[in-house]
């Protein structure tokens, strides 16, 4: 089986930066996206150049906090102040053609760092929205690049479109109940088969500033699950890998 073990939020704060490094020098990821609208983004790139990380992505975001592209030109993404909306108002607000122009101006944001992106995937969960994910598909498919898929519609549609997607996605990973026993699951669902598989981390460290940007404070947690995982022989008998390997 081929796995890639993303971690997201690159650039969402320093915590975060600095846990995602930490797990690629420890082996404990194999891939990462960065947000390219937070303060943190311009220290996420350096510490990706710096380090020469590899199978780097961009993790496209309409939900938190300002557009890339000014507000009046993209204005049924952005409340009254410019802050995007949350993800649960997208598909009461959102028009297609900003959805579009906002996330390529992303992508174009990226590549102006000089680097390649992997894939792209997406902050929160707007690939349940049909003409975000129409934008989304357009984008990976007009950029040459694979993206997260993570469910059957979506992944069926990217392979209609010549996307490149995993086989598998699995959140499991993601939440309260966060253990090893999660691992113990997903090898047996997937470990002796011949596809690949994403599961999706959020490793970082939590401070101060971290809580007030994201509600999710099981980052710690998911490094030292990963940790035991590796400890423990879990992805010996798998082949990690990024999604340019797919």
């Not at 704060?13 to 609208?37: A, D, Q, R, Y």
């Not at 894939?119 to 003409?131: Q, T, V």
């Not at 690049?145 to 069926?156: F, G, K, T």
Request: proline share 3%; glycine share 6%.
């Amino acid at each position: 089986m081929k796995l890639i073990l993303n971690a997201d939020d690159f650039g969402l704060s320093p915590s975060i930066n600095k846990g995602i490094l930490e797990c690629f020098n420890e082996g404990l990821i194999s891939s990462s996206t960065v947000m390219m609208n937070t303060p943190y983004t311009d220290e996420a790139i350096k510490i990706i150049k710096d380090n020469n990380l590899k199978n780097i992505g961009i993790h496209l975001n309409l939900t938190y906090g300002k557009s890339v592209l000014p507000a009046s030109e993209v204005p049924s993404l952005v409340d009254d102040h410019g802050v995007f909306h949350y993800v649960c108002m997208l598909g009461y607000y959102t028009q297609y053609l900003d959805a579009k122009k906002e996330l390529k101006a992303q992508i174009e944001k990226f590549l102006s760092y000089g680097l390649k992106p992997t894939h792209l995937d997406h902050h929160h969960y707007f690939n349940e929205i049909p003409n975000i994910l129409k934008a989304y598909l357009e984008l990976a498919q007009e950029y040459n690049l694979p993206v997260r898929a993570m469910d059957e519609n979506a992944r069926n549609l990217a392979k209609q479109m010549g996307v490149k997607t995993t086989d598998e996605f699995s959140f499991a990973f993601h939440g309260n109940g966060v253990d090893i026993s999660t691992f113990d699951v997903l090898r047996s669902l997937f470990w002796d088969k011949d596809l690949s598989l994403e599961i999706l981390t959020h490793v970082g460290y939590i401070d101060d500033y971290t809580r007030g940007q994201t509600n999710y404070m099981q980052r710690e947690l998911e490094i030292s699950v990963l940790r035991e995982a590796k400890e423990k022989g879990y992805f010996d008998n798998v082949e990690l890998i990024g999604f340019g390997d797919l």
